[in-house]
């Protein structure tokens, strides 16, 4: 018996918009567009929540500054097959505030990933996307492990530089480095 050849379809970025427009992916559906997949997020819980919440708050001096936008859970376009939404986003600032458009990589400083449940699925997935398409930096925020994984220096094979920080360390992004932050003020 010959066994059957599945075959996936990619989604481009325009068509997942459509099925957003047409109503059957709704606003408030968990999901995003990776490499061409639909896929659905994890649930938000209070740790992660409480995260996303403190990193916003820590960072609002640089939003204050004009230096950049602070962007919570937005759609940040990879070309034509991925729109990831990333936890935090520190976006080059903009008049339209990126009305007309989801930012692209070239309108992101860094990218923060808040990990309660899926620490291997960003780390795995996520920060090599990022890398693949030059965002010069990612945090990955691991709440299991009480920890920050810092990516600099992307390359098509994913970043080139990992840095680990714990509680009692500082750090800051690298394209903004006046702007430094508590790691304990990140992991609470």
Same mark, same amino acid.
């Given at each position: 018996?010959?066994?059957?050849?599945?075959?996936?379809? +990619?989604?481009?970025? =325009?068509? !997942?918009?459509?099925?957003?427009?047409?109503?059957?992916?709704?606003? =408030?559906?968990?999901?995003?567009?990776? =490499?061409?997949?639909?896929?659905?997020?994890? %649930?938000?819980?209070?740790?992660?929540?409480?995260?996303?919440?403190?990193?916003? /708050?820590?960072?609002?001096?640089?939003? *204050?500054?004009? +230096?950049?936008?602070?962007?919570?859970?937005?759609?940040?376009?990879?070309?034509?097959?991925?729109?990831?939404?990333? =936890?935090?986003?520190? @976006?080059?600032?903009? %008049?339209?505030? !990126?009305?007309?458009?989801?930012?692209?990589?070239?309108?992101?400083?860094?990218?923060?990933?808040?990990?309660?449940?899926?620490?291997?699925?960003?780390?795995?997935? +996520?920060? %090599?996307? /990022? *890398?693949?398409?030059?965002?010069?930096?990612?945090?990955?925020?691991? @709440?299991?492990?009480?920890?920050?994984?810092? !990516?600099?220096?992307?390359? #098509?094979?994913? /970043?080139?530089?990992?840095?680990?920080?714990?509680?009692?360390?500082?750090?800051?992004?690298?394209?903004? #480095?006046?702007?430094?932050?508590?790691?304990?003020?990140?992991?609470?």
């Amino acid at each position: 018996m010959a066994r059957a050849h599945v075959v996936r379809r +990619k989604f481009s970025v =325009d068509e !997942y918009h459509r099925l957003a427009q047409a109503g059957i992916l709704r606003e =408030d559906d968990r999901v995003e567009l990776i =490499d061409g997949e639909i896929l659905e997020m994890s %649930p938000i819980g209070t740790r992660h929540a409480g995260a996303v919440n403190r990193i916003r /708050y820590h960072l609002t001096p640089v939003e *204050a500054s004009g +230096k950049a936008l602070v962007s919570v859970q937005n759609p940040v376009r990879l070309g034509d097959f991925a729109e990831p939404q990333p =936890d935090i986003a520190l @976006l080059r600032p903009r %008049p339209d505030f !990126y009305a007309r458009e989801h930012p692209g990589p070239e309108d992101v400083l860094l990218v923060v990933e808040v990990a309660e449940t899926s620490p291997d699925y960003d780390r795995q997935v +996520k920060v %090599p996307l /990022y *890398a693949r398409w030059g965002i010069a930096e990612a945090w990955l925020v691991d @709440l299991p492990q009480d920890r920050i994984e810092v !990516y600099r220096n992307p390359g #098509p094979d994913g /970043y080139r530089e990992l840095r680990v920080v714990g509680r009692g360390e500082r750090l800051a992004p690298s394209l903004l #480095p006046e702007f430094e932050l508590s790691v304990q003020d990140i992991l609470g």
